[in-house]
């Protein structure tokens, strides 16, 4: 089962630990630590106090869930220079915001809407926050990280910058389901430097480190949260890659993360 999310199967260095959110056959969505093919509930989110039961159930017998209940979402455009094409580099991150409506769950379908004729993915690193952040330096924004993710911030090209563009992108990157992240959420990981790859349809069309971000995680934090408090919980997608394509109902387009494991969507027509 490990294998079918790209999770490795040795053991994790000292320090990292590996998060689901999970429904089991009966019973409400929980959280819970991975450990191995088996998963130990916890009482609360990994980044609040909490306690792991000492009975466990398989990762088989369950659905994985976005290992996520973010107040917010965030997104940051235009951070790398791959993606820029012929524009300029932004003197800051260029920061939007996501609904929480557009979550996906591992597995779960991309829903492009029938009014919808050019949607792209965007294979991202995702931070998730694990302490309440106001106006913080880089380093305190650094510690304020509580782990990463996988996530896709789908975009629909036209909604976005097309010749009748929405004044801001509500749709373009807030439709439902256009923010799918998981398989897990990993702590103690040095995020720094992890490939990051997307796949559609089983071919390599996005591939770069995180190094090679423009802004870096603990910058990105920073400036966010000069003007926004950052909660625990919140989500940043930080930005893709490369050059995108289309996606068409019936395309596979998955996401893996260095450490993490493969975020792994099926796109499906309204």
């Not at 089962?1 to 053991?11: D, E, V």
């Not at 720094?192 to 090679?212: I, W």
């Amino acid at each position: 089962m490990l294998a079918a999310y790209g999770i490795s199967q040795a053991q994790a260095p000292a320090g990292v630990k590996k998060y689901v959110r999970y429904k089991a056959k009966t019973g409400d969505a929980s959280w819970g630590l991975l450990e191995g093919e088996s998963i130990r509930r916890l009482t609360a989110a990994p980044y609040e106090a909490h306690k792991a039961e000492t009975k466990a159930v398989k990762l088989s017998d369950v659905k994985l869930l976005a290992p996520a209940e973010p107040p917010k979402i965030f997104a940051v455009g235009l951070n790398y220079r791959s993606h820029l094409g012929n524009r300029p580099a932004p003197a800051n991150p260029e920061i939007f915001y996501k609904p929480i409506t557009s979550l996906q769950d591992p597995d779960g379908p991309i829903v492009i809407p029938k009014t919808a004729l050019n949607v792209h993915y965007e294979a991202e690193l995702v931070l998730v926050m694990g302490k309440k952040t106001k106006n913080a330096t880089a380093a305190l924004a650094k510690s304020a990280i509580f782990g990463v993710t996988c996530g896709n911030d789908v975009s629909e090209r036209d909604w976005q910058n097309g010749e009748k563009k929405d004044l801001q992108w509500w749709r373009a990157k807030g439709a439902d389901t256009f923010a799918p992240c998981g398989p897990v959420l990993v702590s103690g990981l040095d995020y720094g430097k992890l490939l990051l790859t997307g796949r559609l349809n089983g071919e390599e069309v996005q591939k770069q480190y995180t190094s090679d971000l423009l802004f870096d995680a603990a910058a990105i934090v920073s400036y966010i949260s000069q003007a926004v408090t950052l909660q625990p919980g919140d989500l940043i997608y930080t930005g893709t890659p490369g050059t995108t394509k289309k996606m068409m109902p019936g395309d596979v387009v998955e996401v893996e993360l260095e450490g993490v494991g493969i975020l792994k969507n099926k796109v499906a027509g309204a």
